[in-house]
């Protein structure tokens, strides 16, 4: 790329993206965390392994299937993908530099990456798994003042070991175990009791270093962040949806986000901000620069903050930063990660923009649900919801109305965006993905229970689905639609 001139305000950092001449790529098994990115990219667009539009999406390259080990992670989707003989002629179609950028990638990912002669708009892989680690993550909050729920690491062996760690750092005996890696509860444990000790253990015990916290009456918040050479540029704090049985079968499982002006109290927004400001600096020191989020637990009795977990890379909140009135006033966040990696020298205020990303003026109310199928039960879905904006009636019925990309074509609170994830054919099963929904408005009461809108929603979307229910287990259940938003 020819070396361009120091950009120097948001306008032309605009410019410089509307005129992009080399070819970016999201990767990954759907294009839900930069959904509506290629409108602000001129050349940007996605290579999925599911076409949740069928077809319709122009900017959406779908490969066709081919034989393939049972995928275990997004990583070995994007490895397959990026091996697959109809995505590498698609690529060197386009020609040019392929820029690569993906939700999750490994070494093996870098080296495909490499191969088809694309860069990696990413920090290395070997950091951000060290970062990811979530007891890397407390040292790093440790370094940089951002203070974690009261904790201790340490390798347990047994419950009356875990007693004993307890006990010396004053935690108390109703506790919470966090294993080093994990996603939407699947290692967050929640013990008070032997038995509960036990019903873990497996997953507990030969893990490493575990982090065992007090166990705290808390709200979840989640905000979204860039670390840039000319500092970290801070989203706004989003409250999440974790835990709600109508969404997810999994305790402490992340199940969505709102955002809107008021979320929280002014201080807790400011403390939270000032914190991710400060993290982003110490990533910075380690290293790692481009987009982060981090999760916030917010004490309900004491109202003090302490740092959740770190994500090193785009997140399931990003669709909701990057689709803010602030971000549309000025560009989303995600821009200024790609600005990051093509190398052209900015210069702009970074305290002045998040001060203005802060003005509760700038921030418009939405959300999203990630729908998974909460029943013990599998089947092959024989119908499934498509994608696009869907209506509710006066009685309280969901029905679809019209394709649509993009969630803006979202015009009231009785309409809804709707991202089919499994469709016809594919398999349900505790646990999987069926879809995301996004609205207007908030998901959430002031009590942060479901209100009864959100409700109706849910149920309408489900009964959508069916499927065939299976007598005996298949072979092997494939497990492609259990895929990593988060």
Request: hydrophobic share 40%.
């Amino acid at each position: 790329m020819a070396k361009r001139r120091k950009l120097k305000n948001i306008s032309e950092i605009r410019r410089f993206f509307h005129r992009f001449e080399e070819p970016v790529y999201f990767v990954s098994a759907t294009n839900f965390n930069l959904l509506g990115l290629d409108e602000w990219v001129k050349n940007l667009s996605y290579i999925s392994y599911i076409d949740c539009y069928d077809g319709q999406h122009p900017n959406v390259f779908c490969p066709s299937e081919q034989p393939h080990a049972e995928f275990q992670s997004i990583e070995d989707i994007n490895n397959y993908l990026l091996q697959h003989k109809e995505v590498i002629d698609h690529v060197a179609k386009r020609g040019g530099k392929p820029k690569f950028i993906f939700l999750m990638f490994d070494e093996q990912t870098e080296a495909l990456s490499r191969e088809i002669g694309a860069e990696v708009w990413f920090p290395k892989a070997s950091l951000r798994n060290r970062i990811d680690n979530k007891i890397e993550t407390v040292r790093i909050g440790n370094k940089a003042g951002v203070p974690s729920v009261p904790n201790t690491l340490a390798e347990i062996n047994d419950y009356a070991q875990l007693m004993e760690v307890a006990e010396k750092a004053k935690l108390g005996t109703d506790l919470v175990l966090q294993s080093a890696y994990g996603d939407s509860g699947h290692t967050t444990f929640f013990i008070k009791s032997e038995a509960e000790f036990r019903k873990h253990q497996h997953d507990i015990i030969g893990q490493g270093e575990i982090k065992v916290m007090k166990r705290i009456n808390c709200r979840g918040a989640a905000i979204e962040a860039c670390a840039t050479r000319q500092g970290t540029i801070v989203g706004p704090l989003m409250t999440e949806l974790v835990g709600f049985n109508d969404l997810t079968p999994y305790r402490g499982g992340w199940c969505g986000n709102e955002i809107f002006a008021n979320a929280f109290s002014k201080r807790a927004r400011e403390q939270a901000r000032d914190y991710t400001f400060a993290f982003g600096e110490q990533l910075r020191k380690e290293g790692y620069r481009g987009y982060f989020e981090l999760d916030f637990l917010i004490d309900t009795k004491t109202r003090d903050i302490y740092l959740g977990e770190l994500n090193p890379r785009i997140t399931g909140a990003s669709s909701m930063t990057n689709h803010a009135a602030f971000a549309h006033a000025d560009a989303p966040l995600a821009l200024f990660h790609l600005l990051e990696f093509s190398d052209v020298p900015f210069d702009i205020d970074i305290a002045e923009l998040n001060a203005r990303w802060a003005d509760p003026d700038n921030i418009d109310s939405w959300c999203q649900m990630v729908i998974k199928h909460t029943e013990d039960s599998i089947g092959q879905i024989t119908d499934a919801p498509e994608t696009g904006i869907w209506r509710m009636d006066e009685a309280g019925e969901v029905h679809f109305d019209r394709f649509d990309y993009h969630r803006r074509a979202v015009r009231t609170e009785n309409e809804a965006f709707f991202l089919r994830i499994v469709g016809k054919g594919d398999w349900r099963y505790e646990g999987a993905d069926l879809g995301i929904l996004v609205l207007r408005g908030r998901a959430m009461s002031d009590k942060f229970d479901l209100t009864e809108r959100s409700k109706k929603w849910i149920d309408g979307i489900r009964k959508h689905y069916r499927a065939e229910s299976l007598v005996e287990l298949p072979p092997q259940l494939p497990a492609e639609h259990h895929f990593k938003f988060a």
